[in-house]
């Protein structure tokens, strides 16, 4: 007779293991310590096998029934069982080893020493953040490209944009990294082009062109700290970001090739950038070295010369001069491509020599002296369209 769910709950412990019998092979072993244990008696190639189907309570008999059905469905198809349930436990051990997560964790692991700690740090919450708990589970190969647009409206619905573009991009790492590996076939990032909010364009202020040669003027005739002016100078014929000018160091000058070289560490795009001198930025560092040539910053802090200048430095000096709200030290970069642009220097050498480009590691390896020589006579020309425009401005 078929067993009932009371005679299943009511069994009870004997001295020794007995079986109940439910029919077709499968029967409930109650152990001497109370366990009860799902079993199925099957035959394949003339050998009788037995296997496990669970553990009551946690799986009833109905559950039982439907696990017996299973393994009868997988013998009328002429396989074993047992040999299929240690391949569903292998590819279950497989996916877990090439789940999002384990293949992200692989990829970071395998970055990091290429990286700052802090960006290391960063990259890695982001993941845990972010992407892990929707995606962290799921085979890496079987992530789709609406799945991740779904994990990514999450992090654009808290307004932050900018997050979610990164949260794509190291998506996308992680990706290519399984294709590398084997692990997956495609990755679905690219298929997200334009499906991301767009975070607003913001431009730093800055005056207008026809405002460069007052400008000009007035730094050169700043009367504040005489640091604080050469900055502004050499700010303004190197446009520079503010924070590579202030954390530069001595040894990155080379006045022999008129070359300043910024390591990949100091640079947002990570890979070395060359800043070719004019004469003019020459004649800025030839004061700067005679002033602060025995310390390790070009421009080492007033109050601990072991520190660079403030990050406020040049902002407030622009504020005193009278350009509060209209003119930042990053106000520069803008003015120099605009005009650069329209005095027809190539698109190319501009973004080259504002370091925009975003290059991959390779890339970045050969990139940093692209368009060296065309960028050495521009930014000349740079030099003397600013000395040319301001008769103050100081050019030696």
Same mark, same amino acid.
């Given at each position: 007779?078929?067993?009932?769910?009371?005679?299943?709950?009511?069994?009870? &412990?004997?001295?020794?293991?007995?079986?109940?019998?439910?029919?077709?092979?499968?029967?409930?072993?109650?152990?001497?310590?109370?366990?009860?244990?799902?079993?199925?008696?099957?035959?394949?190639?003339?050998?009788?096998?037995?296997?496990?189907?669970?553990?009551?309570?946690?799986?009833?008999?109905?559950?039982?029934?439907?696990?017996?059905?299973?393994?009868?469905?997988?013998?009328?198809?002429?396989?074993?069982? $047992?040999?299929?349930?240690?391949?569903?436990?292998?590819?279950?051990?497989?996916?877990?080893?090439? $789940?999002?997560?384990?293949?992200?964790?692989?990829?970071?692991?395998?970055?990091?020493?290429?990286? $700052? +700690?802090?960006?290391?740090?960063?990259?890695?919450?982001?993941?845990?953040?972010?992407?892990?708990? =929707?995606?962290?589970?799921?085979?890496?190969?079987?992530?789709?490209? &609406?799945?991740?647009?779904?994990?990514?409206?999450?992090?654009?619905?808290?307004?932050?944009?900018?997050?979610?573009?990164?949260?794509?991009?190291?998506?996308?790492?992680?990706?290519?990294?399984?294709?590398?590996?084997?692990?997956?076939?495609?990755? &679905?990032?690219?298929?997200?082009?334009?499906?991301?909010?767009?975070?607003?364009?913001?431009?730093?202020?800055?005056?207008?062109?026809?405002?460069?040669?007052?400008?000009?003027?007035?730094?050169?005739?700043?009367?504040?700290?005489?640091?604080?002016?050469?900055?502004? #100078?050499?700010?303004?014929?190197?446009?520079?970001?503010?924070?590579?000018?202030?954390?530069?160091?001595?040894?990155?000058?080379?006045?022999?090739?008129?070359?300043?070289?910024?390591?990949?560490?100091?640079?947002?795009?990570?890979?070395?950038?060359?800043?070719?001198? =004019?004469?003019?930025?020459?004649?800025?560092?030839?004061?700067?070295?005679?002033?602060?040539?025995?310390?390790?910053?070009?421009?080492? $802090?007033?109050?601990?010369?072991?520190?660079?200048?403030? +990050?406020?430095?040049?902002?407030?000096?622009?504020?005193?001069?009278?350009?509060? =709200?209209?003119?930042?030290?990053?106000?520069?970069?803008?003015?120099?491509?605009?005009?650069?642009?329209?005095?027809?220097?190539?698109?190319?050498?501009?973004?080259? #020599?504002?370091?925009?480009?975003?290059?991959?590691?390779?890339?970045?390896?050969?990139?940093?002296? #692209?368009?060296?020589?065309?960028?050495?006579?521009?930014?000349?020309?740079?030099?003397?369209?600013?000395?040319?425009?301001?008769?103050?401005?100081?050019?030696?």
């Amino acid at each position: 007779m078929p067993l009932t769910d009371v005679a299943v709950r009511a069994a009870k &412990p004997r001295e020794r293991s007995y079986k109940l019998a439910d029919g077709q092979g499968m029967y409930l072993e109650v152990m001497p310590n109370g366990s009860k244990y799902w079993r199925l008696k099957y035959r394949i190639g003339g050998k009788e096998k037995r296997m496990a189907l669970g553990v009551y309570p946690a799986v009833s008999l109905l559950e039982a029934r439907k696990a017996r059905e299973a393994v009868k469905d997988t013998l009328r198809a002429g396989l074993d069982p $047992s040999h299929e349930k240690k391949r569903e436990k292998l590819q279950r051990t497989l996916e877990r080893l090439n $789940s999002f997560e384990a293949v992200a964790r692989e990829w970071h692991e395998n970055r990091k020493d290429g990286w $700052s +700690e802090g960006h290391a740090g960063k990259v890695l919450k982001l993941l845990e953040r972010e992407l892990f708990p =929707s995606l962290g589970a799921r085979p890496v190969k079987e992530v789709s490209a &609406p799945e991740l647009l779904a994990v990514l409206r999450k992090i654009e619905s808290r307004g932050a944009l900018e997050l979610a573009r990164k949260a794509m991009q190291a998506a996308s790492q992680v990706f290519r990294y399984a294709i590398a590996t084997g692990r997956a076939e495609r990755d &679905p990032a690219p298929d997200l082009r334009g499906a991301l909010r767009s975070k607003p364009v913001t431009h730093m202020k800055r005056v207008g062109e026809a405002e460069v040669p007052e400008l000009m003027r007035k730094i050169a005739a700043y009367d504040g700290d005489l640091q604080t002016r050469l900055a502004l #100078q050499l700010l303004a014929l190197t446009f520079v970001r503010t924070g590579e000018l202030r954390y530069a160091e001595w040894t990155e000058i080379d006045e022999e090739k008129a070359e300043w070289r910024i390591p990949p560490e100091r640079m947002k795009m990570r890979a070395q950038h060359i800043v070719p001198l =004019s004469r003019q930025a020459l004649g800025i560092i030839r004061q700067l070295r005679q002033l602060n040539g025995q310390w390790q910053w070009v421009f080492p $802090s007033r109050s601990n010369a072991k520190q660079p200048i403030s +990050e406020n430095t040049v902002l407030y000096a622009l504020y005193r001069m009278g350009y509060h =709200s209209r003119m930042t030290g990053h106000g520069f970069r803008g003015l120099a491509s605009t005009i650069l642009n329209e005095n027809g220097f190539e698109s190319d050498w501009i973004e080259r #020599q504002l370091a925009h480009s975003e290059r991959d590691s390779v890339r970045a390896a050969y990139n940093h002296a #692209q368009y060296l020589s065309e960028r050495k006579k521009m930014m000349q020309w740079w030099g003397d369209y600013l000395e040319r425009v301001s008769s103050a401005c100081v050019a030696l």
